[in-house]
């Protein structure tokens, strides 16, 4: 079985079904992996219903990674990090790893955090690794609702740690922190104005904390930004799950502390099971993702809709000039939609 479906022909004319592609999946097959990534991602219709029938075939084999969030502002290191702990995660303790990417803003590179250099050298070329980009266009809930199913690809083939990288500057972290179990924010070391350079939102949906750089001249300084965060953090409201946030220093490029995040990460782990939170927060994502597409999906046809269209600018020129109310306007176009 294993051998036929490896020798399948990656091919347009040869197209799989979705049985095909979920035991080449199981099996291990990457190639077989990338092309049902990329059928999740695709718009054509044929390829979204196969990629429907393929995640619904792969849902009850998934859930078994630890799905983990990786942000801060580019150049904080993240990439470096993602290379060496993926390499320590494989290295020293067995475990399959697939890194996914979220970079919904960047047009200049195609869209694509990893594919702009040549990053993680190591982990691409290491069988326990797969390494995916970003889809190269797409609005950020199109971008999340395929790293989500990506996510379910992934832990069908066997990938127990799930990294997914974000750049943490936006609006996408929110998003991610509802696809993922632990949410690791990346931080320098500044001068002095510690709590400038990401937003605060971010740090406060952070379960841990990591200064990286912390090395050469830059080790002390560290130091004193571990405080400054252990500091800040007591501020925010506390975590429903009981989980406090850790705040601890590596150095992505010396190995230093990577296996410290892990710990932190494991004991985040056997904390949230055995409350009961972990799985609660799934549910709670599940959730999250259903009504969000919902919206999503009822939204793109209330605008599509060429009734509605027509009368939108109509009475959006009313409300401009005050002569109808927004409100009354809003309610009169959805009445259109409904007829
Ligand atoms: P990203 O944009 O967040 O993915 O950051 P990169 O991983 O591309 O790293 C940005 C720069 O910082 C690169 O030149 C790295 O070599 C450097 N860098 C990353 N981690 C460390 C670290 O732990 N220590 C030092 N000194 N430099 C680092």
Same mark, same amino acid.
């Given at each position: *079985? ?84 993926? &390499? ?29 250099? #040549? ?7 290491? %069988? ?18 395929? #790293? ?30 509802? *696809?993922? %179990?632990?949410?690791? !924010? ?20 952070? %379960? ?62 056997? !904390? ?45 020129? %009313? ?19 409904? &007829?």
């Amino acid at each position: *079985m294993k051998n036929n479906i490896n020798k399948i022909k990656l091919n347009a004319r040869n197209p799989l079904t979705a049985k095909e592609y979920f035991s080449a999946i199981q099996n291990g097959n990457r190639a077989i992996l990338s092309k049902a990534i990329t059928l999740v991602e695709s718009t054509n219709q044929k390829h979204q219903k196969i990629a429907e029938e393929l995640i619904e075939l792969c849902l009850p084999h998934s859930g078994n990674s630890i799905r983990i969030g990786v942000t801060g502002v580019p150049g904080v290191g993240k990439s470096t990090l993602i290379e060496s702990f993926g &390499s320590y995660l494989i290295e020293e303790k067995n475990k399959k790893v697939a890194v996914l990417a979220i970079d919904p803003s960047s047009k200049k590179s195609g869209g694509s955090i990893l594919g702009d250099k #040549t990053r993680m050298n190591n982990l691409s070329i290491n %069988d326990n690794a797969f390494i995916r980009p970003s889809p190269s266009s797409g609005t950020l809930g199109g971008v999340a609702k395929t #790293t989500r199913e990506t996510t379910i690809l992934c832990e069908t083939a066997g990938f127990d740690v799930v990294l997914i990288e974000t750049v943490g500057v936006g609006q996408s972290e929110i998003e991610v922190k509802s *696809m993922v %179990d632990f949410f690791l !924010l990346l931080m320098l070391a500044g001068a002095g104005d510690e709590l400038q350079g990401i937003k605060r939102g971010i740090m406060e949906i952070a %379960d841990g904390i990591f200064i990286n750089k912390a090395d050469g001249e830059n080790t002390k300084k560290a130091r004193l930004a571990i405080q400054e965060y252990k500091n800040a953090i007591h501020l925010f409201p506390p975590n429903l799950n009981n989980w406090i946030p850790k705040v601890d220093s590596c150095s992505a490029i010396e190995n230093k502390g990577v296996d410290r995040i892990w710990e932190v990460i494991e004991s985040f782990k056997n !904390l949230t099971i055995s409350n009961g939170s972990f799985h609660e927060n799934r549910k709670k994502q599940a959730k999250f993702w259903l009504e969000h597409t919902i919206q999503e999906s009822v939204k793109s046809l209330f605008y599509t809709d060429e009734k509605v269209a027509t009368k939108l600018k109509e009475l959006e020129n %009313d409300v401009l000039e005050g002569n109808l109310s927004p409100f009354k306007a809003a309610k009169e176009l959805v009445s259109i939609f409904k &007829s």
